[in-house]
């Protein structure tokens, strides 16, 4: 019977994808407790602070623009959550089984990163500079980049996931080229897919990978 699992994803244990998992989960238990507004203001990568190097309003959890990486384990609420981990969670096992435990959590927070810069200029370009960015979704688009590129051939469900993945990509462009949802980072998602690209191919595969794989 076919499951929802990535067959690419290696029999040993994805340590990088668990801590990242668990390093989210966390954020969002003590974002619970802070608010989900306010620690978006206290450990989201406010444009303004960014480009200014300034902390205004809430005192930041650390100073900016060290916020870039904080912004990155905050959501803004559950299903944001829950999205991005699922794809971590079944893609990030693929990528770490051919990169490394090391090699995934720098593509990660690099893409993160990546994507971070790159809604900011966006957002000072729209002149939204006081609005806070959270998410992982720029870093999980890296890792959709690095998945495409290291399984071209891969399927989940028989579903072709590289051909999935790219249709994601252009509906992104698709998006900030005729307006997509608001309060969507959509540059953070192509700054980190382009970012992953790059990455993936920088880094390369890890010498002696473990070949075997988990099919359902």
Do not use: K
């Amino acid at each position: 019977m076919s499951r929802a699992r990535d067959e690419n994803a290696a029999v040993r244990a994805p340590v990088a994808t668990y801590v990242l998992l668990a390093a989210n989960a966390a954020a969002f238990v003590w974002q619970l407790g802070a608010g989900v507004d306010v620690s978006a203001f206290r450990g989201g990568a406010i444009p303004f602070e960014i480009l200014t190097l300034t902390d205004v309003d809430l005192p930041d959890l650390v100073p900016p623009p060290l916020t870039i990486l904080t912004s990155l384990f905050l959501h803004a609420g559950f299903l944001h959550l829950s999205s991005n981990l699922l794809v971590l969670w079944m893609l990030g096992r693929g990528v770490e089984s051919a990169l490394g435990p090391g090699r995934l959590a720098a593509l990660h927070l690099a893409a993160g990163v990546a994507g971070a810069l790159a809604q900011t200029v966006a957002a000072a370009a729209a002149g939204d500079l006081m609005v806070p960015i959270v998410g992982a979704s720029g870093a999980i688009a890296g890792v959709l980049a690095a998945y495409m590129t290291l399984f071209p051939r891969a399927r989940v469900l028989a579903l072709p996931v590289p051909a999935l993945i790219g249709a994601w990509f252009v509906l992104q462009i698709a998006s900030v080229l005729f307006g997509g949802g608001p309060g969507v980072a959509f540059f953070a998602h192509i700054g980190g897919f382009v970012a992953g690209l790059v990455l993936v191919r920088t880094l390369g595969r890890r010498r002696g990978r473990d070949a075997r794989r988990i099919c359902g």
